[in-house]
């Protein structure tokens, strides 16, 4: 089974702190996806990659960037958080047009 | 532009009753996806269905059956039998043509009650 990992499952930061959310996948997929859930919002797109060093902008990605060095790996970056990056972040993976497989998602709380 | 509406935001059934849950989808394109997600208690979603514009045939897995109607574009669940195990938050989604990103809806709660 695809397995995708991300490094912490709940996360308290304070405004301002530089935060990283990390996602791994063990499946060489070349899709990899990043999406925040609130409340009443469901799932909204921050960014995607579509291969190593690529990234395109999601619905939503104002206040964060990624970087994609390698494959497997997917890294959300808040540059300056503030309280209203507090919400559930979920990364995902596939591979071209296939399904997602999402991981357990990281609970942000920015005080 | 794509847009996936769950007009409905929760719905809560008693155990063994049948539950259908909406969803109705727009898009331009002629070739598309549609893809149902559960996300349980737990947090992680887990993938359901994918089904494909030019595929209108009804699908049945044990007790869930999807209904797609390109007529009025929708792509409704039906959950036969509720279990409490059921219970979690459905979302829709819809994949254009091309490796696009999916655009989810906003998801309905399901509580199944013993």
């Known amino acids: 089974d695809v397995k995708v990992t991300q490094s912490s499952r709940y996360l308290v930061k304070r405004t301002g702190e530089k935060v990283f959310l990390e996602c791994v996948q063990d499946?060489?997929?070349?899709?990899m996806f990043w999406y925040r859930q609130d409340p009443g919002l469901g799932l909204r797109l921050i960014y995607f990659?579509?291969?190593?060093?690529?990234?395109e902008k999601g619905d939503i990605p104002e206040g964060y960037s990624v970087s994609r060095e390698k494959k497997e790996r997917f890294s959300l970056i808040l540059e300056s958080a503030s309280t209203n990056q507090t919400s559930m972040y979920l990364c995902?993976?596939?591979?071209?047009?296939?399904?997602?497989?999402f991981g357990s998602g990281t609970q942000l709380s920015v005080l | 532009a794509q847009k996936v509406t769950q007009a409905q935001t929760e719905i809560s059934v008693v155990e063994k009753e049948d539950v259908t849950l909406d969803c109705v989808y727009e898009?331009?394109?002629?070739?598309?996806?549609l893809f149902w997600y559960k996300q349980p208690p737990s947090g992680e979603l887990v993938f359901l269905i994918r089904?494909?514009?030019?595929?209108?045939q009804n699908e049945i897995s044990g007790r869930y059956s999807w209904n797609f109607q390109k007529s009025t574009s929708s792509f409704n669940f039906t959950i036969t039998a509720s279990q409490v195990v059921d219970s979690a938050v459905y979302f829709c989604?819809?994949?254009?043509?091309?490796?696009?990103?999916?655009?989810f809806g906003k998801g309905t709660r399901l509580s199944v009650i013993a």
């Open positions: 995902a993976s596939s591979l071209l047009l296939e399904k997602l497989f």
């Open positions: 499946m060489d997929h070349e899709n």
């Open positions: 990659s579509y291969d190593v060093k690529m990234k």
């Open positions: 898009t331009r394109d002629t070739t598309y996806y």
């Open positions: 089904r494909n514009s030019f595929d209108e």
């Open positions: 989604a819809l994949r254009a043509r091309g490796n696009t990103p999916l655009v």
